[in-house]
């Protein structure tokens, strides 16, 4: 039998909780004929738009193959819109977008915290994200 780390169960459970997660969005969005990834996109867009196709990327919880599929969608709906400049794609939301994003904002934020709203304290949140956020600039750190 093989012996976990500490360190891999807790990476486990993170993919786990990640993987569950995005599909129970994905079920809570589609009235808005989103998924939790086409979320992202936007509201990573709204917030720090306009943006190149690689920033983006890099922002996004989307691989980048997908974003390309991805923002080819959004634009066919009419959410985004691509323009060229030079060599360079700049992406912005449409004023369609910026209404779906809207419409799905606050009760995404208010289903993604439920999920911790209804299991941890105040303080305990506050400990996890901060340990997380921890976790997180180190990961960052290894990818240069």
């Known amino acids: 039998m093989q012996k976990n780390t500490r360190g891999s169960l807790i990476w486990l459970r993170l993919s786990r909780f990640t993987h569950q997660s995005n599909l129970l969005s994905n079920d809570f969005l589609k009235p808005y004929d989103l998924t939790s990834a086409q979320f992202d996109v936007l509201n990573q867009i709204s917030v720090y ?30 959410l985004i819109e691509r323009k060229q400049n030079w060599k360079t794609k700049t992406i ?27 299991c941890l304290t105040e303080e305990e949140q506050k400990q996890l994200y901060t340990l997380i956020t921890k976790v997180q600039k180190n990961s960052e750190n290894k990818m240069g």
Not at 54 to 71: D, W, Y
Not at 101 to 117: G, M, N, P
């Open 92 to 118: 912005f939301l449409t004023e369609a977008g910026k209404q779906k994003l809207e419409e799905a904002f606050d009760a995404q934020l208010a289903f993604q915290s439920s999920f911790f709203d209804e």
């Open 49 to 78: 738009g306009p943006l190149t196709q690689n920033e983006l990327a890099a922002k996004a919880t989307v691989t980048q193959g997908g974003i390309s599929r991805m923002l080819t969608r959004l634009e066919k709906e009419g």
